[in-house]
């Protein structure tokens, strides 16, 4: 298998009525857990990746960690650029084999947002890649974006229409109630909204920030249209406590080998949780 881009992907979940996880990896070992378990479960899954962790990771060791994922896995394997601001970024990494890019303009005006947004569809079609952009503004931080409450805006059904049909977009991020990073109580999610722009848009729609999220509220939402379904603090939070709790049992360890194991079999579990979540499964 190669490193593919989302499209296809998000469209049979569409018709299919199922939603892809994209689930956000940092490194080797967290590319590993998600493409071991995708395997056994015959789930598509996309590996997201923020500009912060391109930072942390190289973007080079990151394609290439990807494209050897690809050729080992037998289901195919998405790299997502997640909440990429910078055009130059985004291209430099296509150019380098990603195939599947965020381009979140979100925080600017509308008019700027749809410029920026075609300007990498443009180059993004020249090479086969798949464009997500986002409409509204989700609350929380997310690597260096953080939006404030009185910042944040829910998606507008009717600009939804406009802006994917000016920008050419394959899939959409919807600000419906949901947050990024942890919530200090249950998400109160705008179903309508999500069902009018779902009547009104026709591409695969995205929800951002679903950690933490209850799992009805989830699978709620894939009823009525999300196709792509993102999940990164709750990752974060199972690995950190499987390393924790192997040196709170083993306080003198200090072989890299023995504690990341434990934070990889915390992670596992979530991302198989996910799969079923999404009704992934067996899709592939
Ligand atoms: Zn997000």
Redesign the pocket.
């Known amino acids: 298998m190669f490193i593919i881009s989302s499209k296809n992907v998000l469209l049979d979940a569409q018709k299919r009525n199922y939603a892809v996880p994209a689930f956000n990896i940092h490194n080797l070992e967290t590319t590993q857990v998600v493409v071991e378990t995708a395997n056994e479960m015959k789930s598509p899954v996309i590996l997201a990746a923020t500009p912060g962790t391109i930072k942390f990771a190289g973007e080079k060791y990151l394609i290439n960690i990807m494209k050897v994922a690809a050729e080992i896995a037998e289901v195919p394997i998405i790299f997502h650029l997640?909440?990429h601001e910078d055009v130059e970024a985004i291209k430099s990494a296509i150019l380098l084999g990603a195939k599947s890019v965020m381009i979140d303009a979100s925080a600017l005006p509308y008019e700027e947002n749809i410029k920026k947004v075609k300007e990498v569809v443009k180059f993004a079609k020249r090479y086969d890649v798949s464009v997500e952009a986002e409409l509204g503004k989700?609350v929380g931080q997310?690597d260096d974006i953080v939006v404030g409450e009185k910042d944040s805006q829910m998606t507008d059904p009717n600009l939804a229409n406009d802006f994917v049909k000016r920008t050419g977009i394959d899939s959409l991020?919807v600000a419906i109630g949901t947050a990024?990073g942890l919530y200090k109580s249950e998400p109160k999610i705008d179903y309508d909204r999500l069902e009018k722009i779902k009547e009104k848009v026709d591409v695969p729609l995205v929800l951002?920030?679903a950690s933490g999220v209850p799992d009805e509220i989830v699978r709620r939402t894939i009823e009525l249209g999300i196709c792509k379904v993102?999940v990164?603090t709750e990752l974060k939070i199972a690995f950190s406590e499987g390393v924790k709790n192997h040196f709170k049992n083993n306080p003198e360890a200090n072989d890299p080998r023995k504690y990341l194991t434990p934070g990889k079999e915390k992670m596992k579990e979530v991302v198989r949780d996910k799969i079923l979540l999404c009704n992934s499964n067996d899709k592939a």
Do not use: I
């Open positions: 997640d909440h989700l997310e991020a990024h951002h920030g993102n990164a």
